[in-house]
């Protein structure tokens, strides 16, 4: 093993493993995942776009996807779901991990999150503005289906499709930094997940890497229906701008930025933390998950 640090070697491991998943069968969740997603979300907001005559604005649906309480606990699970099986070893990784810098594959496996984590949250994107394509427009500005579905009509102002969006976020916000920052926020909560088998993995403890996330992913989930103070120790509340601020106040209940960096930090030390100890892992005590 040569033990000079290789970036070529980095990207080449990063490389393979994204190879891998992107074949892997298991895929096929991704499907059923979008039809759940049209579902929840998008097909709501169509439809009450239709009752008014009024178009949404197209990024719109990608942005009520984000901030409903029941997507924010099944997207995470499925992209757990997608990487359960990474870092991805079997015994024929361990010809590859003889010629590389345990280093080269800590980085590696940490880029192929990030190629992983990013072409989930694209899809999503991409998926959500499909639908509705034919029927939005493009400005930088709410429609009237989100901002006054409820004035027009009181008694389903607390609808489900009227409360995909809500006043929080409407009021506070305009509708490409919102979907901005939901895109990024939520790209660092699938990073932060990752990173937490990564480092369970490079502990020798890779049986407690899943449920250890699938547990931060619910507890955070609850906290955040139950609007408590606790939420904002676990990533899911970071993810949702609307939990960020009250209806008309422009003082924030949580900085956007505190956001960034509370994801920032956490995906920091575990990566430095698992960069440090991986010179201790036996990789020879892995179990074939191929």
Same mark, same amino acid.
């Given at each position: 093993?040569?033990?000079?640090?290789?970036?070529?070697?980095?990207?080449?491991?990063?490389?393979?493993?994204?190879?891998?998943?992107?074949?892997?069968?298991?895929?096929?969740?991704?499907?059923?995942?979008?039809?759940?997603?049209?579902?929840?979300?998008?097909?709501?907001?169509?439809?009450?776009?239709?009752?008014?005559?009024?178009?949404?604005?197209?990024?719109?649906?990608?942005?009520?996807?984000?901030?409903?309480?029941?997507?924010?606990?099944?997207?995470?699970?499925?992209?757990?779901?997608?990487?359960?099986?990474?870092?991805?070893?079997?015994?024929?990784?361990?010809?590859?991990?003889?010629?590389?810098?345990?280093?080269?594959?800590? =980085?590696?496996?940490? @880029?192929?999150?990030?190629? &992983?984590? %990013?072409?989930?949250? /694209? *899809? !999503?994107?991409?998926?959500? #503005? $499909?639908?509705?394509?034919?029927?939005?427009?493009?400005?930088?500005?709410?429609?009237?289906?989100?901002?006054?579905?409820?004035?027009?009509?009181?008694?389903?102002?607390?609808?489900?499709?009227?409360?995909?969006?809500?006043?929080?976020?409407?009021?506070?916000?305009?509708?490409?930094?919102?979907?901005?920052?939901?895109?990024?926020?939520?790209?660092?909560?699938?990073?932060?997940?990752?990173?937490?088998?990564?480092?369970?993995?490079?502990?020798?403890?890779?049986?407690?890497?899943?449920?250890?996330?699938?547990?931060?992913?619910?507890?955070?989930?609850?906290?955040?229906?139950?609007?408590?103070?606790?939420?904002?120790?676990?990533?899911?509340?970071?993810?949702?701008?609307?939990?960020?601020?009250?209806?008309? =106040?422009?003082?924030? @209940?949580?900085?956007?930025? &505190?956001? %960034?960096?509370?994801? /920032? *930090? !956490?995906?920091?030390?575990? #990566? $430095?933390?698992?960069?440090?100890?991986?010179?201790?892992?036996?990789?020879?005590?892995?179990?074939?998950?191929?």
């Amino acid at each position: 093993m040569d033990n000079k640090f290789s970036i070529s070697r980095t990207w080449r491991i990063a490389c393979i493993d994204f190879y891998k998943w992107i074949i892997n069968s298991r895929m096929v969740v991704v499907a059923a995942m979008i039809v759940f997603v049209w579902s929840f979300a998008v097909t709501p907001l169509m439809e009450i776009s239709r009752e008014m005559n009024s178009p949404l604005n197209f990024i719109e649906p990608f942005i009520a996807v984000f901030n409903s309480r029941v997507l924010c606990l099944v997207t995470p699970a499925v992209y757990i779901f997608l990487i359960s099986d990474h870092p991805h070893l079997d015994r024929n990784s361990l010809f590859v991990l003889h010629r590389v810098n345990k280093r080269e594959w800590v =980085l590696g496996q940490f @880029i192929f999150f990030i190629l &992983s984590a %990013f072409s989930f949250m /694209g *899809i !999503i994107f991409l998926f959500s #503005l $499909i639908p509705n394509c034919m029927n939005a427009f493009v400005a930088n500005g709410w429609s009237l289906v989100v901002t006054k579905y409820g004035v027009y009509n009181p008694e389903r102002a607390y609808s489900f499709a009227a409360s995909l969006i809500k006043e929080e976020l409407y009021n506070q916000i305009a509708p490409y930094q919102a979907a901005a920052t939901s895109f990024f926020l939520n790209f660092l909560y699938m990073l932060t997940l990752a990173v937490i088998l990564l480092l369970f993995h490079v502990l020798n403890l890779r049986k407690i890497g899943v449920p250890v996330s699938i547990s931060i992913i619910a507890v955070g989930s609850a906290l955040g229906i139950l609007n408590s103070q606790g939420m904002w120790y676990f990533p899911m509340a970071h993810t949702m701008i609307h939990l960020h601020y009250t209806k008309h =106040l422009k003082e924030p @209940i949580m900085d956007l930025r &505190s956001s %960034f960096l509370y994801s /920032g *930090i !956490i995906i920091s030390a575990i #990566l $430095i933390f698992s960069l440090i100890r991986v010179k201790h892992t036996n990789f020879l005590n892995i179990d074939d998950n191929e």
